[in-house]
């Protein structure tokens, strides 16, 4: 669990005295990096008695192409924006270039929050 919180420290770098304790609603969960292999998702329980599921790993993409959609396997991940070294390590995050059986897409879901990885061709 992450505290997110306001910071405890003011801009000019003074301390901040606290007006309450942690409290639940503003506590973070830890990110899930989702990276390729086969298939294992997770729920997670979330505000108002529902449920979120995330994908762990996974080796299937959805790929729009034009209107219709394709289902394809990931092989590996050839670049990834947010940071170069979740490419060396398969991590997939929204916006990451994948190599499929379809030919290279780019990630337009979030993966550790739908549990599912949607994606458009690269041309």
Known sequence: MKDQGRSPRKRTGGRRR???KKKKHELG???VETQVGEQRLKT???RGNTQKVRAVKTDVA???D???TIEATIENVVENPSNPNYARRNIITKGAILETSEGQARVTSRPGQHGQV???LVE
């Open 18 to 20: 606290p007006n309450h």
């Open 29 to 31: 969960k830890d990110t």
């Open 44 to 46: 997670v329980d979330s």
């Open 62 to 64: 959805s790929i729009a």
């Open 66 to 68: 034009g209107a219709e």
């Open 118 to 120: 949607n994606a458009v």
